[in-house]
């Protein structure tokens, strides 16, 4: 059973090479937002309990999620990729201790690589078209839409999300660098760590994922 997790800075891709393997390989797409809101909707007394933390605006514990990943683990027979946790090594040594409880184990940890300037300028100069999606960056040449703030398949005015700005972008990526980094270092020292780097075309880094897993 494959078993997948993406370490990534902010704008790196991670969303995007999650769907294409999940799809690829028919594995189980698992994010722990969907997993609070499945919870969430099936009404029950476990559900209600962080209905009410989340809608008070605090921060869903650690050992809610744990449970929630362990009961989903539990049901999955085809594999895996795992996206937005762990998202700091605390989290990561609880994961371990629920795969060696299950008698599994993980196969890849994938770091996209991206540099700080190059993430800030896809997410500060991202604008997307609000009725077909399409996506553009007014900040990358390549990435530019043929006229100016008019989306290239259905010529709708583009649209800049409001937490697209550099303070936001600036709060993530600290968030990411103590947070999420010291991942890449604990999962080196584990033996199960490919890098890639995340500044090549969405095609080729899907290829070199493709080379790792069929490795």
């Known amino acids: 059973m494959k078993s997948i997790i993406f370490i990534a800075p902010p704008a790196a891709g991670k969303g995007t090479q999650s769907m294409y393997i999940c799809e690829k390989y028919n594995l189980t ?4 937002g969907d997993l609070l809101r499945e919870e969430v909707k099936s009404g029950n007394e476990f559900g209600k309990q ?9 921060l869903v514990s650690d050992d809610i999620i744990l449970k929630l990943l362990t009961n989903k683990l539990d049901e999955i027979k085809n ?9 700091n090594v605390s989290q990561a040594k609880e994961y371990d201790k629920i795969l060696e409880n299950i008698n599994q184990k993980l196969n890849y940890v994938i770091y996209l690589n991206l ?13 997307s078209c609000p009725n077909c999606g399409n996506v553009y960056n007014e900040e990358i040449e390549e990435s530019k839409p043929l006229i100016n703030n008019i989306c290239d398949k259905c010529h709708t005015s583009l649209v800049k999300r409001k937490d697209d700005n550099e303070e ?23 033996g199960n760590l490919f890098i890639i780097d995340s500044t090549l075309p969405k095609e080729e880094i899907s290829k070199q994922i493709e080379n790792i897993i069929n490795d």
């Open 29 to 32: 797409h698992i994010s722990t």
């Open 115 to 127: 540099p700080k300037e190059l993430a800030k300028k896809r997410i500060t100069g991202r604008i």
């Open 168 to 190: 936001t972008f600036e709060k993530r990526y600290e968030t990411y660098i103590n947070e999420t980094e010291p991942l890449v270092e604990y999962y080196k020292n584990q």
């Open 79 to 87: 594999g895996y990729v795992l996206d937005g946790f762990p998202r």
């Open 50 to 58: 962080i209905q009410e933390i989340m809608e008070s605006g605090s």
